[in-house]
C-alpha cells in the first residue's frame, strides 16, 4: 500500500477533502514511493483561516523569538542533513553530492533568516522639520506562500519561508507533486520547533491548489519559481487579484568562451554547469558561445570531458549525472535533440537511449552535445530543462553579447576569460539578473537578490537578500510630534 | 573497485577509513588513536555537510579506491605504521583535487596527522 500525503495545516496532518491523488516516482527506480493528494479549494482555505488566525499572534512576537526559532530549525536541518539530501534524490533523480549542496544552500537562507533582528531595522530623522520627528518602521503583511518547482524540492522552498516567518508572515507552501517529500520531511522538522499553530502550513497539489492560493483574498503575497509560460500567468492571476508577487521564470543561459580562456579549466566547470542536476535548473549552461579561435578548441574539450562523466543511480556517491524527473521529461528532453538534429545542428555526443544497470527503466538521458547550431534554431531559443548542450559560434566580443541579447530569456549568462576588460564589458552590457565571471552557475548567496530579466522573470523584487524583506514586509512612516 | 570521482565519493571514502581506524585501534588497544580517528571521522561529516558548493561541483578524475587498499587484520607496529602511510597517502592525493579551499585545508592536515602516527 503507497503512503498517501497529508496536508500540514494549523499544527495538525491532516487529511486532504479530495479523492485525486497523484504518484510520487523515484525517477532511477521507477518506484511509486508516494501520493500526493491534489488538495482543494477548501483545503487551501483551510491552511488560509489557521495563517490568518496564527499572524495575529506571530506578528507580536518579539522578532528575537521569531529569530529563535530559526536557530533551533538550522540545528535540526543540520542533524538531518543527510537523510534530506537522500529524500531530494529519490524523488528528484539529482546525484547525492547535488542534493547536499541543494540542502546546504537552504540552509544559507535559514542562516540569512535569523540575522533579522539586525536587517529588518530601519532608520528615521530627528527634527526632519521644527520638532518633529520621522521614522520608517517595517511591519509583516500577513499570509504569505510559495509555489515551487521539482528542480530543487528543499532550497527553492526554503529561499522564502524562513524570511517570510521571521519577518512576522505567517506561511502556505504548495510544493511540486512531482517532488513533495522534501517538503514534508521539512515540516516534520518544522512541528518540532513548536511553533505557534497555523504559522506555517502544508497544502500538496497542483494547478487546483495553486489557484486556490492565488485567488484567495486572505492571502497578501505569492512566490513562485518554474517556467516562463506559468510564471506570466502567475503574475498576472496574482496581480489581478491584488496580491505581492514575484514570479521566476524560465531560462536559455548563455557562456562565452573568449579564446584567452584557460580551456581545459573552463570547460570542466561549464561541464558541471551544463550536466549538474542533469540540467535540470534554471542557471544551468545551455549554450557555449565559442568565440573566434575557442571555438573549436571549447567543442572538443567538452565532448572529451562530457562523454566521460558516469551517470547513473544518484544515491551512488560515485554517480556525477543522475536522471531527469520524469519519463515524460525524458520524452521531451528527447524530442528536442530530435528537433536540434532536424535543424541542422552537429549531433557531436548523443545521450538518447543510455542505459544504466540495475535501472533500465530509469529516466536517464546522457550528456549530450549539438554543435553548430544557429540563433534561429528552436534549441538556440527555447528551453530544454536537460542534460543538453547548444554550442555556437561568434567571431569577436560584439557577436557573443549580441547573440546572448537576443534572448527572451535573461535568467543568467557567463564569461569565461582572462581579459577584465572583457569581463566589465560583460557586466555591463549583458541583459541578465545574474553574471558570472568564469563561473558557469551564477547563482546568487542567500544575502543577494536572485531573479532574472526580460521572460525569466515576472514582478518587481527578487527572491533573497534584501529584495525579500521589501516583499514580506510594509513600510511604514510615523511623523510625530509632541505639543 | 568504485572511482573516487566526486566531491561526495572521497569525502564519504575519507569518512568509511576513519571509522575503520576507528574499530581497528579499539582492536589492537589503543583507545587514543581510536578517539583521533572518531574526532577526525566527525569533523570529516561537518566538512562534507558544509563544504559541499552546489555551484562548483565539478567531476574529479585521476583516484581510485583500489589504490588504496587497507590490511586491518595486520595489527603488529608494522602493520599500523603501514595502514598510516597509506592513509596520508590518500589525503595527500585528494586534498589538491577538491576544489573548495576549506576542505582541502582539513584533508592536507589529515595527511600530515596521518603521516605522524606513520612516523611515531
Given amino acids: ?483 | 573497485m568504485p572511482s573516487l570521482n566526486t566531491f561526495g565519493a572521497i569525502m564519504t571514502f575519507a569518512i568509511n577509513l576513519e571509522n575503520d581506524l576507528v574499530d581497528y585501534y579499539r582492536a589492537v588497544g589503543d583507545t587514543e588513536r581510536a578517539a583521533e580517528a572518531d574526532k577526525r571521522r566527525s569533523n570529516l561529516e561537518r566538512v562534507r555537510r558544509e563544504n559541499v558548493v552546489e555551484i562548483t561541483l565539478e567531476a574529479i578524475d585521476g583516484l581510485d579506491e583500489a589504490d588504496y587498499a587497507f590490511n586491518f587484520d595486520d595489527t603488529s607496529e608494522a602493520g599500523q605504521s603501514a595502514v598510516e602511510t597509506i592513509a596520508a597517502r590518500f589525503y595527500e592525493d585528494v586534498a589538491p583535487k577538491i576544489n573548495v579551499r576549506q576542505a582541502q585545508r582539513v584533508l592536507s592536515r589529515y595527511a600530515g596527522q596521518h603521516s605522524g602516527l606513520a612516523n611515531a
Fill in chain 1, 1 to 483: 500500500m503507497v503512503r498517501k500525503l497529508k496536508n500540514y495545516i494549523g499544527g495538525e496532518w491532516v487529511e486532504s477533502t479530495t479523492d485525486t491523488y497523484t504518484p510520487v516516482h523515484n525517477p532511477a527506480t521507477c518506484e511509486v514511493v508516494a501520493e500526493a493528494p491534489e488538495s482543494t479549494y477548501e483545503d487551501m482555505d483551510r491552511a488560509v483561516q489557521a495563517a490568518q488566525v496564527a499572524f495575529e499572534e506571530w506578528r507580536r512576537m518579539p522578532v528575537l523569538n521569531r529569530a529563535q526559532y530559526m536557530h533551533h530549525f538550522k540545528t535540526l536541518l543540520e542533524d538531518r542533513f543527510e537523510d534530506i539530501s537522500r529524500i531530494v534524490v529519490e524523488e528528484n533523480g539529482k546525484t547525492i553530492d547535488e542534493a547536499r549542496g541543494e540542502v546546504r544552500r537552504g540552509i544559507e537562507s535559514v542562516d540569512y533568516a535569523i540575522g533579522m533582528p539586525f536587517l529588518m531595522r530601519n532608520d528615521g530623522v530627528e527634527d526632519i522639520s521644527s520638532g518633529i520627528d520621522e521614522t520608517t518602521i517595517r511591519q509583516p503583511v500577513g499570509v504569505f506562500g510559495a509555489i515551487t518547482p521539482f528542480n530543487f524540492p528543499f532550497m527553492v522552498p526554503i529561499w522564502f519561508m524562513p524570511t517570510a516567518i521571521v519577518c512576522g508572515n505567517t506561511y502556505i507552501m504548495k510544493p511540486s507533486p512531482q517532488t513533495p517529500l522534501s517538503m514534508e520531511i521539512t515540516y516534520e522538522i518544522l512541528e518540532e520547533l513548536d511553533m505557534p499553530e497555523g504559522v506555517v502550513n502544508l497544502v500538496h497539489g497542483g494547478k487546483d491548489a495553486a489557484m486556490a492560493m492565488m485567488e484567495h483574498p486572505g492571502v497578501a503575497g505569492v512566490s513562485f519559481v518554474g517556467s516562463s509560460p506559468v510564471a506570466k500567468i502567475i503574475y498576472e492571476t496574482c496581480s489581478r487579484n491584488g496580491k505581492r508577487v514575484q514570479a521566476q521564470g524560465g531560462a536559455k543561459n548563455y557562456i562565452a568562451v573568449m579564446p584567452d580562456a584557460d580551456i581545459a579549466a573552463s570547460v570542466k566547470n561549464i561541464v558541471g554547469a551544463a550536466y549538474g542536476c542533469a540540467g535540470q535548473r534554471c542557471l544551468a549552461a545551455a549554450v557555449v558561445v565559442g568565440v573566434g579561435d575557442a571555438y573549436d578548441k571549447v567543442r572538443e574539450e567538452l565532448i572529451n570531458q562530457a562523454r566521460n562523466l558516469q551517470v547513473g543511480y544518484g544515491l551512488d556517491e560515485t554517480t556525477q549525472m543522475g536522471t531527469v524527473v520524469s519519463d515524460a521529461a525524458k520524452q521531451r528532453i528527447e524530442n528536442m535533440i530530435e528537433q536540434g538534429v532536424k535543424e541542422g545542428a552537429s549531433l557531436d555526443l548523443d545521450g538518447r537511449g543510455i542505459v544504466v544497470n540495475g535501472f533500465e527503466g530509469g529516466s536517464f538521458v546522457g550528456p549530450t552535445i549539438l554543435s553548430d547550431v544557429k540563433p534561429d534554431m528552436v534549441v538556440a531559443k527555447e528551453e530544454i530543462f536537460g542534460p543538453v548542450l547548444s554550442i555556437m559560434r561568434a567571431d569577436d566580443f560584439e557577436g557573443a553579447v549580441d547573440i546572448i541579447n537576443q534572448s527572451k530569456y535573461g535568467n543568467a549568462a557567463s564569461i569565461f576569460t582572462s581579459s577584465g576588460k572583457d569581463a566589465r564589458e560583460f557586466k555591463y552590457r549583458v541583459n541578465a539578473g545574474n553574471i558570472g565571471v568564469n563561473i558557469g552557475v551564477a547563482a546568487p548567496s542567500a544575502s543577494f537578490p536572485f531573479g532574472g530579466q526580460k521572460d525569466s522573470f515576472f514582478g518587481d523584487l527578487h527572491g533573497q537578500g534584501p529584495d525579500s524583506i521589501e516583499f514580506f514586509t510594509e513600510r511604514k512612516v510615523v511623523i510625530e510630534r509632541w505639543i
